[in-house]
């Protein structure tokens, strides 16, 4: 079985997409229902999970589904199922969310999850990871911010928004936040580029590995003690973001790893505490304050440098709800010395993934595994954006500008820098200057923002044929499904221009084709095939059309190249078809 993060990186050019519909203006999410209160009615005063009722009952809410633009259009969802299709109202510029459901059966309350839930909810993602531009995951509450974590970790090189919410009140009753709460999470699932595993609550969209559950009797049921929201909707249907570096952005330069199976292992400290994880090989500690425990106790000490020693990775982690662990104390200095991995600021949902997650790669030794223990692998710890600060009021551009403006304050610079990137980057992505583009990012700027028509840098460097330009911005985590306002991608722009490397890098970074360029793809092919035009068609096979997809008249390319006599055109997409087939 293929990693989840190998699938996500190596897209499937067979699966099935929908053609019949896919305007400029929609967009598409996959909401994976696994239960909770959301969706939940009382039976004798007690809330239970009730199978095929959810979509049904959101079908009667004009604020969750058009009826009448879903007749107009014909719409139904990527495998031919209107049942379980729905459209909200137009949003801003007219834009539309398609949602289509995926429901579990049976439902689950949330304290029922197992690491096989998470897994399958994993599998889901990957499953449909072409065909949609973003997913919503239902879940209860309880251990909603265990599976964020999970997922976070399992979902590698991630480069559309999945979004997990619920609600603290069933949907159905009059004063639910369900509503707002599945509403929030379709549109930002739906419209906004975060590439990232997020959990929506209350208004806030929180990074997944951040968040912990804090009130049972609240909306505010979540909180995200040590990172502020990456964005939070006002009134009126406002979005305020927070500053774009808090977006996390993966750096696709990372090798690939292995399926992790997430088996939690978590202790409370007592003396039986390194005994009892002699079998697991992982332990979780939770102490005091910036993470101490009592340097009295030299017995407890010696038993726990005797583990670790043995190759038992035991993590420290502060029992307070803000703060980090560090070495402020002697008493937390001696755990350091014992061997035990500070867990910085995360949160101990956060730790618990991230250690089944990394003891389940296979091939790695222990220091390895410690050193992944340490880095920032999915934002789920701080980081130190001193430096990036530093070079921003080192740059002499920026100098120049700020001096000009007589500004010095640290927000106005970012400002200046935030306004300035999005030219500046394209500009030299146009002209191939990595070094430029280096100078750029080093400032702290997002090289993943788009000039006035939506082209970021990678659209530009893909449509020029800069393969240099494009690696470094895939290697820094550009977003790689970011649309212009034309709704092209930066792999539509290097499938236009004939850039063979750039999409086959592209295409290996995780890039496909849109559903607009799929519902035209054989009639281009088509076209291609007529004019006897062998590298049109291997570019637009290497970037996942499949060549067997009929035009509007519902000839083939390999049809139209055999009775127009095309015979290199013939022979090429033979030779591909038999590719194909020996690779299923």
């Given at each position: ?5 190998q ?23 996959l ?5 909770g209160?959301?969706?939940m009615?009382?039976?004798g ?17 004009t604020?969750?589904?058009d ?8 719409m139904?969802d990527?495998?031919?199922n209107?049942?379980?299709t ?13 949602y289509?459901?995926?429901?579990y ?28 531009d ?17 997922l976070?970790f399992?979902c590698?090189?991630l ?7 619920g609600?603290?009140?069933p949907i ?5 936040d369900g ?22 609550f ?6 997944g590995?951040?968040?912990t ?6 909306f ?11 964005a ?5 249907h ?19 790893r292995?399926?992790?199976e ?12 390194v ?7 992982r332990?979780v500690l ?6 101490n425990?009592p340097?009295?106790?030299p ?11 043995r190759?038992?990775i035991?993590?420290n982690?502060?029992q307070?709800?803000?703060g980090?662990?560090s ?11 014992a ?19 990394v003891?389940a790669?296979?091939?790695l030794?222990?220091q ?5 223990m340490?880095?920032n ?6 980081a ?5 600060m530093?070079?921003?009021?080192d740059s002499?551009?920026?100098q120049?500008?700020?001096?000009s ?5 640290r ?12 030219p ?12 430029a ?6 400032m702290g ?6 000039d006035?028509?939506g082209?970021?840098p990678?659209?530009i460097?893909?449509?020029e ?25 930066p792999?539509?722009n ?10 086959m ?8 084709l ?7 793809s ?7 095939a ?6 049109g068609l291997q570019?637009w096979h290497?970037a996942g059309a499949d ?14 190249a ?5 015979l ?8 591909l078809?038999?590719?194909?087939d020996?690779d299923?």
């Amino acid at each position: 079985m293929t990693s989840l993060g190998q699938a996500l990186s190596n897209p499937k050019p067979s699966m099935r997409y929908c053609t019949t519909h896919g305007s400029r203006n929609e967009v598409s999410v996959l909401v994976i229902n696994t239960g909770g209160t959301i969706g939940m009615k009382s039976h004798g005063d007690v809330l239970e999970p009730e199978d095929n009722v959810f979509v049904e009952g959101l079908r009667k809410l004009t604020t969750f589904h058009d009826e009448r633009y879903a007749e107009e259009t014909c719409m139904y969802d990527f495998y031919g199922n209107r049942d379980k299709t729905l459209v909200l109202p137009a949003y801003k510029d007219n834009k539309r969310v398609v949602y289509t459901f995926l429901e579990y059966s049976p439902l689950l309350d949330s304290s029922n999850m197992t690491t096989e839930d998470w897994a399958k909810i994993g599998m889901d993602i990957e499953k449909n990871y072409e065909c949609y531009d973003g997913f919503v995951i239902l879940h209860g509450t309880d251990t909603m911010a265990y599976t964020a974590s999970a997922l976070s970790f399992m979902c590698e090189h991630l480069g559309k928004p999945v979004i997990l919410t619920g609600s603290q009140v069933p949907i159905y009753e009059i004063r639910s936040d369900g509503r707002d709460n599945l509403q929030g999470a379709l549109l930002m699932a739906g419209l906004f580029h975060i590439p990232e595993v997020c959990l929506y609550f209350r208004n806030n969209l929180y990074r997944g590995n951040r968040v912990t559950k804090v009130d049972a009797g609240s909306f505010d049921a979540f909180t995200s003690p040590n990172l502020s929201p990456l964005a939070n909707f006002q009134l009126g249907h406002g979005v305020e973001s927070q500053p774009l570096q808090q977006v996390w952005r993966e750096h696709r330069a990372e090798p690939q790893r292995g399926p992790a199976e997430a088996v939690p292992w978590h202790h409370r400290g007592n003396r039986e505490v390194v005994p009892a994880a002699a079998h697991g090989g992982r332990v979780v500690l939770e102490t005091y304050g910036t993470g101490n425990a009592p340097d009295n106790r030299p017995d407890l000490l010696a038993e726990m440098k005797e583990a670790t020693d043995r190759g038992v990775i035991i993590i420290n982690t502060t029992q307070c709800l803000r703060g980090t662990v560090s070495k402020v104390y002697a008493t937390g200095v001696v755990l350091y010395k014992a061997g035990l991995l500070p867990g910085v600021d995360m949160t101990p949902e956060a730790v618990l993934s991230k250690l089944s997650y990394v003891l389940a790669i296979e091939g790695l030794d222990l220091q390895t595994k410690k050193k992944m223990m340490a880095e920032n692998l999915r934002g789920e710890m701080m980081a130190d954006l001193a430096g990036a600060m530093l070079n921003l009021r080192d740059s002499r551009f920026i100098q120049v500008i700020a001096k000009s403006l007589s500004i010095s304050c640290r927000e106005e610079l970012v400002a200046i820098r935030d306004a300035l990137t999005p030219p500046l980057a394209c500009a030299t992505a146009k002209i191939g200057d990595v070094e430029a583009l280096k100078s750029t990012q080093e400032m702290g700027s997002n090289l993943s923002v788009g000039d006035y028509d939506g082209r970021t840098p990678l659209h530009i460097a893909a449509s020029e044929g800069h393969l240099k330009v494009v690696q470094y911005l895939l290697d820094q985590g550009s977003t790689i499904h970011s649309r212009d306002r034309y709704g092209d991608t930066p792999l539509s722009n290097a499938v236009r221009f004939r850039r063979k490397d750039i999409v086959m890098v592209l295409r290996k970074g995780g890039a496909h084709l849109s559903r607009e360029q799929l519902a035209v793809s054989g009639t281009e092919l088509c076209s291609l095939a007529a004019n006897g035009d062998p590298d049109g068609l291997q570019i637009w096979h290497l970037a996942g059309a499949d060549l067997n997809t009929p035009g509007y008249d519902g000839q083939t390319a390999l049809s139209v190249a055999t009775g127009a006599g095309k015979l290199e055109a013939v022979a090429l997409i033979n030779r591909l078809l038999s590719a194909r087939d020996q690779d299923k």
